[in-house]
């Protein structure tokens, strides 16, 4: 079975300070891992994604994470945020057949 | 068209009415998904329908009735709810079940759910 632990309930950090959010995830096999983005009274919208290939990848806003085989971690960084970066993130993780698994969840507040 | 499109976004029922929850999509997605979400939890799978077929049922109450018409629309029918079933409700899709980008979730708005 597959599950994923966010290691920080909550981070507050200011405008233009670096950030990581940490996400770990357990399986057995070969998996796929997320993360997604909740902005207040929305649905998650999708940030960036590994499925194979480079271990670092990229989202279009700055945010960047990288695949960890060995730690089984995919830790989600930026090195300068925005107050609009306010928001709930949610690591997940699929080891295929359309069934994910989230995280319980990180409410990055970005102080001005 | 990239969006999963939710309606209504708010409804308030009692505990004795009939509402539907509906979604839809026209991405070519095979693969469409219901999700509860409760105020500061993750998303809760409840079905997996791939192909109009459901495919899971994460043993959901049988007054949540899922409904995939065709391989656009979804629609979740609500009788007899609990004011305890009050939450957002998550409609997705993702690409056929099986494939890499089955795995990648289009998320829709939600609904947002009161039982009184």
């Known amino acids: 079975a597959q599950s994923v632990t966010q290691l920080d309930s909550q981070v507050p950090v200011f405008e233009e300070a670096p950030v990581e959010l940490r996400c770990n995830y357990s399986?057995?096999?070969?998996?796929?891992l997320f993360w997604y983005v909740q902005y207040p009274n929305q649905g998650l919208q999708l940030l960036l994604k590994?499925?194979?290939?480079?271990?670092l990848v990229e989202s279009i806003n700055g945010f960047e994470a990288e695949f960890n085989k060995s730690q089984t971690s995919f830790h989600l960084r930026k090195p300068s945020v925005h107050i609009s970066d306010t928001a709930e993130y949610f690591c997940a993780v699929s080891e295929g057949a359309g069934k994910s698994t989230f995280g319980d969840g990180t409410t990055l507040t970005v102080k001005p | 068209d990239t969006e999963v499109t939710q309606t209504p976004k708010h409804l308030v029922m009692g505990m004795t009415n009939k509402k539907s929850l509906k979604c839809e999509q026209h991405m070519g997605h095979r693969a469409m998904y219901w999700y509860k979400q409760k105020a500061k939890k993750p998303p809760e799978l409840m079905f997996v329908y791939s192909y109009e077929k459901l495919s899971i049922n994460e043993s959901v109450p049988s007054r949540f009735s899922p409904e995939c018409p065709n391989s656009s629309l979804l629609n979740l029918h609500l009788h007899a709810l609990q004011p305890e079933d009050s939450a957002l409700y998550l409609c997705?899709?993702?690409?056929?079940?099986?494939?890499?980008?089955?795995?990648?979730?289009?998320f829709g708005a939600g609904s947002r759910l009161t039982v009184l």
């Open positions: 997705a899709s993702s690409q056929e079940s099986g494939a890499a980008g089955a795995n990648v979730l289009t």
């Open positions: 590994y499925l194979s290939g480079s271990t």
């Open positions: 399986s057995s096999v070969s998996v796929y």
